[in-house]
């Protein structure tokens, strides 16, 4: 029951990742295209289609004659262009009419934040206006289920099944369950968008300066934290003469297991999560704030608030504002994604000379478990209009993407980049990325119908883990991340990966259930008021089995079993 401000901070972590992209490289492998619709299919508006290897480019090549894509999207502060292009005629736009014979048309745009797009997209779906063919979107959850409800669109993976390419259902089947999101009545009316796995999935940040200062080692068990913990906090590791540091910096305002400056560790090192549904031993979920285990983690979260090493502030500080304290200088641990030191880790050595930190494995309990929270691997979902007379098209375009972008092959046309004077450049006989591009860099994957290209969810973390062991890059996508990555995300990312056995994914994607449309808000606020009341020593510990019983009886029994019911239908298990 992950709450909505937790879900926009964690769509402001995928976007920040995707501008961490590092280098924007792509596609393994095969060359399918799409599949030829037969010569006596019709479309959706019951007209026949064109002579088939003309419709659908069979032969390798363009459609002839071409076909339009339409398609609307928003046009965020951190889309440029150069060269006087706009999103309706780019280099993208006129490679991919070039390339296939396909033209993206764009039947309206919005610039702005996302929640403009949002707007717009409600609008026409009030207003019965004409959708496009495709709808790509990243946001609010309740308006993707409201998209899918509303008829409008078809059956998409049936359309995957048939024309998608296997690089594409490869990368797709790493993790089945990204599709339940998008499920109704066992139709996969929405397409993921995938992302890069475990993108989110956190390790522990430390200020090394203040261990070595210290003599302490780094911790691997919460025993051993707490000892940190207590120097961090009462030994002046700033050396300013002041009672004025914390061990541990917590942003709880939005949640406890929340996207940077987490405490659902605490909570896994006890083998639970909370503010997610989890998947219990029997096979069923259930939510992880009214566990047994969590009873624990608020103790241990408790002990540590009398003692100091959290700021008062932490249940009233979200998860940015609790990262100041770390990067102020005045805490030394936090807990977040492994890109950190891209935003905002580095802030600390330009606040604090001589300033040092670190990623760590998360520690593990009294009883040797560890737990994180997980990162989905997809971060949108792709609609296709159930009147678009040649779905077929998208496959072709998406196709490309993923057998040549995702994973380039060397002497391919991603080798470097996606666009020569885009996203790389030739300079002085060097390839360079940064802003040295004549005219400036800019991010041409921007410009895709999915906003980033195509990504094969396990490759990034599997390449950064790899780099970090020492290996040579061997492919262009592993080159590009080396020359582009700094030493400290990729000892962080290997965390990630040799760690992934101890990630507790949200087992529950799917459309608020009946009973939550009407007991969420009650619920939530009845978790937040006894979570904060115990960290904060107003109520005992033994309340919690109070709060428990409170939110079996006020809904929370009824939506555990909505939500098994839901689990059922789409997992089938």
């Known amino acids: 029951m992950v709450g909505k401000k937790m879900e926009k901070r964690k769509l402001m972590l995928f976007t920040l990742a995707s501008a961490l992209a590092l280098a924007p490289v792509a596609g393994c492998g095969n060359n399918n295209e799409a599949s030829p ?3 006596t299919e019709t479309t959706a508006n019951g007209s026949a289609p064109q002579e088939s290897q003309q419709a659908t480019g069979a032969d390798g090549g363009k459609f002839d004659p071409p076909v339009t ?7 965020p502060s951190d889309v440029k262009f150069k060269n006087g292009e706009t999103v309706e005629d780019n280099v993208h736009t006129r490679w991919t009419k070039d390339k296939f014979g396909i033209n993206l048309k764009y039947l309206w745009t919005v610039s702005g934040p996302n929640e403009t797009f949002e707007t717009k997209l409600r609008l026409s779906l ?12 990243r946001g609010n959850e309740t308006l993707i289920n409201d998209l899918i409800d509303s008829g409008k669109f078809q059956d998409a993976g049936a359309l995957f099944d048939k024309y998608a390419s296997d690089t594409w259902k490869a990368a797709m089947n790493e993790d089945p369950t990204v599709w339940y999101a998008y499920t109704r009545d066992k139709k996969r009316i929405g397409i993921p968008i995938l992302d890069y796995a475990q ?3 956190p390790v522990m940040w430390i200020r090394e300066d203040w261990l070595k200062k210290l003599n302490l080692k780094a911790p691997t068990t919460i025993a051993e934290l707490e000892q ?3 120097a961090f906090t009462n030994q002046d590791p700033d050396g300013n003469n002041k009672k004025d540091t914390y061990g541990l910096a917590l942003g709880l305002k939005n949640a406890y297991m929340t996207w940077m400056s987490d405490a659902g560790w605490v909570f896994g090192a006890f083998g639970t999560m909370p503010n997610q549904w989890n998947k219990m031993p029997d096979g069923t979920l259930a939510h992880g704030s009214v566990q047994p285990e969590t009873k624990e983690g608020l103790r241990t979260l408790a002990s540590w608030m009398s003692k100091g090493y959290l700021s008062e502030e932490a249940a009233l500080t979200d998860e940015v504002k609790a990262a100041e304290l770390f990067t102020s200088g005045k805490a030394g641990i936090i807990v977040g994604p492994h890109w950190m030191p891209s935003w905002p880790l580095e802030d600390v050595k330009a606040n604090v000379p001589g300033a040092e930190y670190k990623a760590y494995p998360i520690p593990t309990g009294p009883d040797g478990k560890a737990g994180r929270h997980g990162t989905l ?23 490309y993407l993923f057998d040549h972008f995702a994973n380039p092959e060397v002497g391919g046309e991603f080798e470097n980049g996606m666009y020569e004077g885009y996203d790389y450049a030739t300079v002085d006989g060097k390839i360079v990325r940064d802003d040295t591009i004549p005219g400036g860099k800019v991010n041409p994957e921007k410009y895709t119908l ?14 950064l883990a790899k780099l970090a062991d020492g290996a040579t890059p061997a492919t262009p996508f592993e080159k590009n991340l080396a020359e582009s990555t700094p030493k400290t995300i990729l000892e962080a990312a290997k965390i990630v990966e040799d760690q992934k056995d101890i990630t507790m994914p949200q087992m529950f994607t799917g459309p608020l259930t009946k009973t939550m449309t009407s007991k969420n808000e009650l619920l939530k606020k009845l978790e937040a008021e006894a979570f904060n009341r115990i960290l904060y020593g107003q109520d005992s510990i033994d309340s919690f089995d109070k709060f428990v019983q409170k939110w079996k009886e006020a809904g929370g029994d009824a939506i555990t079993t909505e939500v098994n019911e839901w689990y059922k239908s789409v997992s089938g298990k």
């Open 228 to 230: 940190v913990l207590d």
């Open 69 to 75: 894509i339409t398609t609307v999207r928003s046009i």
């Open 37 to 39: 619709s037969k010569a």
């Open 126 to 137: 009030s207003s019965g206006e004409k959708f496009p063919d495709i709808v790509t979107f």
């Open 450 to 463: 999915t906003f980033d290209g195509a990504r094969i969810p396990s490759l990034m973390l599997g390449a």
């Open 377 to 399: 691997s997809y971060n949108g979902v792709i609609l296709i209009n159930k009147d678009m007379e040649h779905p077929e098209a998208f496959f072709k375009y998406q196709n």
């Open 199 to 201: 993108n989110g999935d």
